[in-house]
């Protein structure tokens, strides 16, 4: 079920973070391109290694073309993840590599009364809007670096950059007067929906590797 493991992480490093010492536990929030976030860091007894757990979420309103349509589109911004630190002693820099629980969808809606779909021009008055809906991979890879700095004894400010790997994308596209449609209207449009769609994956597929830039300001107990 999509979050379910990473979910349950989420918990056992909430548990293990409970039963601590307090200086070997942390919380944080940031803001990024994954969205706003709240993140929880444990350190075990293993030198210069930690792990942090948190999720991200957000929604950004934006309109554009795709694919020779023109949207209102919400980029829908929601992962959960767990990621083991390793930091390079005597400095801020760190390596860092996880795993993400990925719900960010690019959900979409047309704009336009008169549309090219697939080659051939529709009426929206007609067919409906067109509505779509891209989403990736449930359990994407992230690789990336990091500076931890101290601030004011137990505040800290953490940076992130790296790249998630969401994978190919997966693109539904839909008419939403399909149902009220002859079968002539049908038979005519569903070819040019399946060309457009198709489209629309290939212009998706530069999302496959999202570049991830967050800052956080966290507070070690």
Known sequence: ???KNLKAALAVLALLASGSAAADFGVGVKAGTLG???EARWDPPVPWFDLRAGINQYDFDDDGGFAGINYDATLALDSYYLTGNFKIPLSPFRFT???FSNGNEMQMASQDALINIGGSVFDTSTIG???SVTSFEETAPYAGVGFDFELFGKA???LDFGVLWQGDPY????????DNLSAGEQALLAP???????ELEDDMSDFK???VVSLAFVYNF
């Not at 040019?192 to 198709?198: C, L, P, Y």
């Open 129 to 131: 809007t067109i509505t």
């Open 156 to 158: 800290g400010l953490n």
């Open 192 to 198: 040019a929906i399946e060309s457009e769609r198709a």
């Open 97 to 99: 590599v996880g795993a």
């Open 1 to 3: 079920m999509k979050f």
């Open 171 to 178: 693109v539904t596209l839909d008419a939403a007067n399909w």
């Open 209 to 211: 590797a999202w570049p």
């Open 36 to 38: 706003l976030g709240l």
